[in-house]
């Protein structure tokens, strides 16, 4: 699995910052595959953003379907929540149930194949706690077409809406304080891919996007006697990306072929930013325009089918940053060699064997792709730092993969090894400045190590039924260095612990006999600080717990429908399931049974859905 939450996602070639899923709905209805790259160094040609490995979603399109083809989907979930009090330590749970309905249509005309998809998800009256509404609607166009046999193209058009309402009403010391909240977020996005396969080893692509993003949110309060305070929120944000390639792949010899690829990125966003109070007397804004430009190159060698080596080189130029602080170029060179098929040690007993090689230098810079936070006034308010630039991390890792026993046990080890220095932070305007507000600096170096072990069984494998298990568990250490002389990520004086686990582990099961399948997860972590809500007589505060845990992550069922079956019916496919998360927690040490600091509970849910495919 990836190393961070913070990881890249690239959807259709396409980057996103990470927390940019409050605008998408990622479900398998529309994605058709997915690919993760756990090192940053395999996401040279995104830059920074890749540091902490990506994943790659394919989506679903017309190929194929010589016919017209309906895909329909149908859900309903039941989430369950822990919400804390605000002025106490009580607790209540709030059930929602969410309806979630999805329509396809598919087809390929031949020289023109196209996908319409659409998906409304929305909570029903009364079934979620008092004055909580939510819907999300997304309506996908997905268009591929030859111009000739050479040139091809695929457009997508994506229309996302998002909206949600929530209040709350609590009494505290014979006073009522009450809130409502409303948000509305829209994303219009275009996406047009284009390739020119000049000859059988040299071709042309690009891609272009156009994309808006806006969040809309309205707050008011009520308190003191119905005192009325709050505002209004407006952001928005225009957003460009295109690039150009040349690549080429040619067989030299029979034992070798060579790769190479070189082209041209470009990255811009413009962020509007406004806030006014509902009395007006407080309102700001804030309009800021960012682009990156780079150049990209690589080479790649492989000899016969068992030596590959790549060599990946990326420089950036952005605008945030002034010209002596620009422009370091970043690399990672990648080789990975497969013994087993090098010495034809291939047997009864090892089926496969990989080493793998990877080291690299990756420039992480500000505000690159959708932002994971709206940094509302800051550049009115901010002090220029002309001495701000990208933090660099070194990267490298190192690992095996084996195979045994016709493949039926695996076992894969990694190290990854990490340096991130000057990473970027934010402290308080130097006074005697003349300004207010934040310095935005490089402050802090990370060196970060870990060690992953996945092992994996097959202990059944026929035409009729099939179990397999994977086992995986990591454990890392960090340190994290400051300007300051502190370690902001563990001082005992300070009382500021550590959020990194001793060690985590996974056990994943899954399960097919016939028509029927299952699957089972359970996660686990020894040790890692969490800070939580904590009442001493009354009075709210906060404290470190011990973050171990194990619970029951995941355990799904279900049946599809038989061939035999879905000839008879003109059907391509038809299946129900039901799933559950995060049903039983097994241990845990913190109180309110949370994973995250000043997080919520862990949340229970349980789905059914149908797929119908003709």
Known sequence: GLRSDNSLMVIDGLPYAPGFSNFFNLNSFEYQSILAINSGNGATLYGGPGYNGAFFLQSKTGENHVRPAFDFNSSATVLSNEISGLFNEESTTGNQVVLTNAFAFSQDFGPVDTRVSYTYSHWPDDSAIPDTKKNYQNLRVNTG?????????????????????????????????????????????????????????????????????????????????????????????????????????????????????????????????????????????????????????????????????????????????????????????????????????????????????????????????????????????GYFNPNLHASTKRMFESGIDLAFLKKRLTLNATLFSDTHKEMVGEIAVPIGTGATGFLTANLWDLRSRRWELMLGGTALRNDNASVTTSLIWATSHSELDSDFGIDPGEDEELGIGSPNPDWTGSFLTQVTFHNFFASLLIDGRKGGDILTRDFVNGIPGYKFEDGSMARLRDLSIGCRMSLSALEKLGMRDAQISLSGRNFWTMYSKTENDTENSMGPAAQKSATISLTLMF
């Open 145 to 381: 077409f030859k111009i000739t046999p050479r040139f091809k193209g695929r457009l997508i058009l994506d229309d996302f809406y998002n909206r949600s309402e929530s209040g709350q009403k609590v009494t505290y010391a014979g006073q009522t304080y009450s809130s409502l909240t409303e948000n509305v977020n829209k994303s219009l996005l275009g996406n047009l891919q284009l390739n020119y396969q000049i000859t059988d080893w040299l071709s042309v692509s690009s891609q272009s996007s156009l994309g808006k993003v806006e969040q809309n949110e309205y707050q008011t309060n009520y308190s003191m006697g119905g005192m009325q305070t709050g505002g209004i929120t407006d952001l928005r944000q225009d957003r460009r990306f295109a690039n150009l390639y040349v690549a080429l792949n040619k067989s030299l010899s029979d034992d070798f072929t060579f790769s190479a690829f070189a082209g041209y990125q470009y990255f811009g966003t413009e962020t509007d930013e406004r806030y006014r109070s509902l009395d007006h007397v407080n309102q700001g804004g804030a309009w800021s325009e960012t682009s990156t430009t780079s150049t990209i190159g690589g080479l790649g060698l492989q000899f016969k089918n068992y030596l590959f080596t790549d060599v990946n080189f990326r420089k950036d130029l952005v605008s945030i940053y002034s010209d002596d602080n620009n422009g370091v170029p970043a690399y990672s060179i990648n080789t990975s060699f497969i013994f087993s098929e090098a010495f034809a040690w291939q047997n009864s007993i090892l089926s496969f064997g990989k080493l793998r090689f990877s080291a690299g230098k990756s420039e992480v810079a500000l505000q690159q792709g959708y932002p994971r936070e709206w940094f509302m006034g800051r550049p009115l308010s």
